[in-house]
């Protein structure tokens, strides 16, 4: 359901590999939402938030070494729009969810509008500038 489509591929063989990663951890969230046969979800969210801080570090560092060898003109306003994603990520507060199986499924909601929304109008509008 949530993949990367073509007009989210920069071109760029790297990024489009490791967005195409991310948009499978939103897939992983989705599906985990989607899951009735696991009632607790705290450890798989807490799985994929790890995974997601983790990845996108990686992949940030990448995009923005490659921002740095194209000498991107705006690479500090692209970084500092991955630190607040990453930021986000981080201020999920995963411990208060044990056993309250509603916020657990409404922080796996708000978590995959989040990654959805952000990562289509990151490439869109903010990635596909690095091949104009």
Same mark, same amino acid.
């Given at each position: 359901?949530?993949?990367? @489509?073509?007009?989210? !591929? #920069?071109?760029?063989?790297?990024?489009?590999?490791?967005? =195409? %990663?991310?948009?499978?951890?939103? &897939? +992983?969230?989705?599906?985990?939402?989607?899951?009735?046969?696991?009632?607790? @979800?705290?450890?798989? !969210? #807490?799985?994929?938030?790890?995974?997601?801080?983790?990845? =996108? %570090?990686?992949?940030?560092?990448? &995009? +923005?070494?490659?921002?740095?060898?194209?000498?991107?003109?705006?690479?500090?306003?692209?970084?500092?729009?991955?630190?607040?994603?990453?930021?986000?990520?981080?201020?999920?507060?995963?411990?208060?969810?044990?056993?309250?199986?509603?916020?657990?499924?409404?922080?796996?909601?708000?978590?995959?509008?989040?990654?959805?929304?952000?990562?289509?109008?990151?490439?869109?509008?903010?990635?596909?500038?690095?091949?104009?």
């Amino acid at each position: 359901m949530y993949e990367i @489509k073509p007009e989210y !591929l #920069t071109g760029i063989e790297l990024l489009d590999k490791e967005h =195409t %990663r991310l948009f499978e951890l939103t &897939e +992983e969230t989705y599906e985990a939402l989607q899951d009735v046969f696991s009632q607790d @979800k705290t450890a798989k !969210l #807490t799985h994929l938030v790890s995974e997601l801080i983790n990845y =996108t %570090r990686i992949h940030f560092s990448h &995009e +923005e070494a490659y921002q740095q060898s194209i000498n991107y003109p705006y690479i500090a306003e692209h970084a500092a729009q991955h630190r607040q994603f990453e930021d986000s990520l981080a201020s999920l507060d995963l411990d208060e969810l044990e056993n309250d199986l509603e916020a657990q499924k409404e922080v796996i909601q708000n978590l995959l509008d989040f990654l959805i929304n952000w990562l289509v109008n990151h490439i869109l509008k903010v990635d596909m500038l690095l091949v104009q």
